[in-house]
């Protein structure tokens, strides 16, 4: 979202009329029971005073709403910063998932951003291992609460041929089967990995690939 940042999304090719578009299919779509997962990319604010237009769109909508961090989230602060902006301003639809994850019936909602798959960089390698822990984290926590973990993340783990090893070693190693992942956009659509890959199944659920419509996960 870019509600109060001057950055348009719509001169992007499909973007044309999105928050439009994203709002009448979200109200269409979910109901107040609903809980919805946004994989990041949720602001393009640097902070918090500059992301409260978009929050406070995303807050109005239908639902209960879970997001963790994309690459753009440049507001992103600690947890106890971001839950008392959350505190402060009444939007108590919305849940912050860091480190941690969220109860949904039987099934635990977990999730981290992920990161690059293509570069062997000391930087990226480091970046990428605090993301491999703080998806085991996450996903232990649902473990440890009885619940069956469902995973979400910014970048894709399987991407054309490139492979986030890390990531998928702690897929692999708490069995999960289903992750859904954002990030890719126009025409980086036709090489997302969407469907079953070593017992797990991968869906894309970027905004232009689901037309801004929400999917229904179950």
């Not at 090719?13 to 709002?23: A, I, K, Q, S």
């Not at 126009?186 to 991968?202: K, M």
Request: charged share 25%; with cysteine.
């Amino acid at each position: 979202m870019s509600l109060s940042v001057n950055k348009p999304m719509n001169i992007f090719g499909g973007w044309e009329d999105y928050v439009e578009r994203l709002e009448r299919n979200w109200q269409e779509t979910v109901s107040e029971g609903d809980t919805v997962v946004i994989p990041g990319d949720v602001s393009w604010a640097m902070n918090f005073r500059e992301a409260k237009a978009d929050f406070d769109f995303i807050n109005r909508l239908n639902g209960h709403k879970v997001i963790l961090k994309g690459n753009h989230d440049y507001w992103w602060n600690s947890m106890k910063k971001m839950q008392g902006f959350l505190d402060e301003n009444g939007f108590d639809s919305i849940t912050i998932l860091h480190n941690n994850h969220y109860p949904y019936h039987e099934y635990g909602i977990c999730g981290t951003r992920g990161w690059i798959n293509d570069s062997e960089a000391p930087a990226d390698a480091k970046v990428l291992a605090r993301e491999a822990g703080r998806l085991e984290t996450s996903i232990r926590s649902a473990v440890c609460d009885g619940k069956i973990p469902i995973v979400f993340l910014h970048y894709p783990p399987i991407y054309a041929g490139d492979y986030n090893y890390e990531i998928l070693e702690v897929l692999l190693k708490y069995n999960i089967k289903r992750c859904y992942y954002g990030h890719l956009h126009g025409r980086a659509h036709r090489f997302a990995v969407c469907g079953e890959y070593d017992g797990i199944n991968y869906q894309l659920v970027s905004g232009d690939f689901v037309q801004f419509c929400p999917k229904l996960v179950m």
